[in-house]
T-cell receptor, first 117, second 115 residues
Framework: NAGVMQNPRHLVRRRGQEARLRCSPV?????VYWYRQLPEEGLKFMVY????????ESGMPKERFSAEFPKEGPSILRIQQVVRGDSAAYFC???????????????FGSGTQLSVL | AQKITQTQPGMFVQEKEAVTLDCTYD???????LFWYKQPSSGEMIFLIY??????QNATEGRYSLNFQKARKSANLVISASQLGDSAMYFC????????????FGTGTSLTVIP
């Protein structure tokens, strides 16, 4: 593990509640990516953030989902009014710099498993 | 069209034998990178190996090697001398161009090593 910390590891919410997923990137990394993994599927890109900026949110659902990466503290993926279809594993990844060449790899956390009852 | 296709949902291999996990990709970019990640039952994504589109030699990292066939757009992972600890999900991924933010992942192959 390259040091990306995600918490909680497991999160259970009832329909209509809010889910907050936290991600602390590798120390010194200022770029964070969120991916979602549905059962039996690969990871799907959601959003890419730098400190205090959303760079690419083309994979984020238009409603109920938001992400931030404040100057201080972890990145937060927030899901409002969760529905059963939000149940998935949510992975955070980080990189030290903007991916300026296709060689740079992402360092992943262990994921947060969200279960919506 | 799928960017990354992994056609083997599950594979079995005898301990100490070699195994090949298939991956084909689809891109019109000339410059791209191909990656393999391992996901054990604990859930984390572990980087294994990288191949660049302009790399002339196949990448190798210890027991892992990447059989890169550019004309066929395939990037198969070869694991030699399989170990019980190799049992996991394996994901092939691609990043296009030099500024793309997205990694595209396949659906994965579940590898089970049999003692």
């Amino acid at each position: 593990n390259a040091g990306v910390m995600q918490n909680p590891r497991h999160l259970v919410r009832r329909r209509g509640q809010e889910a907050r997923l936290r991600c602390s990137p590798v120390k010194g990394h200022s770029h964070v990516y969120w991916y979602r993994q549905l059962p039996e599927e690969g990871l799907k890109f959601m959003v890419y953030l730098q400190k205090e900026n959303i760079i690419d949110e083309s994979g984020m659902p238009k409603e109920r989902f938001s992400a931030e990466f404040p100057k201080e503290g972890p990145s937060i993926l927030r899901i409002q009014q969760v529905v059963r279809g939000d149940s998935a594993a949510y992975f955070c990844a980080s990189s030290p710099l903007r991916l300026s060449g296709h060689r740079e790899k992402l360092f992943f956390g262990s994921g947060t498993q969200l279960s919506v009852l | 069209a799928q960017k990354i296709t992994q056609t083997q949902p599950g594979m079995f291999v005898q301990e100490k034998e070699a195994v090949t996990l298939d991956c084909t990709y689809d891109t019109s970019d000339q410059s791209y990178g191909l990656f393999w990640y391992k996901q054990p039952s604990s859930g984390e994504m572990i980087f294994l190996i990288y191949q660049g589109s302009y790399d002339e030699q196949n990448a190798t990292e210890g027991r892992y090697s990447l059989n890169f066939q550019k004309a066929r757009k395939s990037a198969n992972l070869v694991i030699s001398a399989s170990q019980l600890g190799d049992s996991a999900m394996y994901f092939c991924a691609m990043r296009e161009g030099t500024t793309g933010n997205q990694f595209y992942f396949g659906t994965g192959t579940s590898l089970t090593v049999i003692p």
